[in-house]
């Protein structure tokens, strides 16, 4: 099983790759979409990338801002899903 600081990780990882900001410009608790290191076409590669890469579905009740505005709302979401779905 992940833990949440691999999924941090790899999620930061995919950020700073696809934004092509330094290091020290994104932290956990950084709000992408507000500070603009990301935009709704990076929204959209955050969404394919975690379903991708954690085999979760991303239902459309659950694109709310408070699930993807940082890395921690990213990670805590994913985490949750997987959570979820390892108890079905």
Known sequence: ?????????????????????????????TLIFAQGIMDSMGFISIIGFIEDNFSITTDDNELLEANFESINAISDFVFRKLNTNANK
């Not at 999924?7 to 790759?17: A, G, P, R, T």
């Open 1 to 29: 099983m992940v833990d949440i600081f691999q999924i941090q990780e790899q999620i930061k990882q995919f950020i700073l790759k696809t934004s092509y900001v330094s290091t020290d410009q994104v932290n956990n608790d």
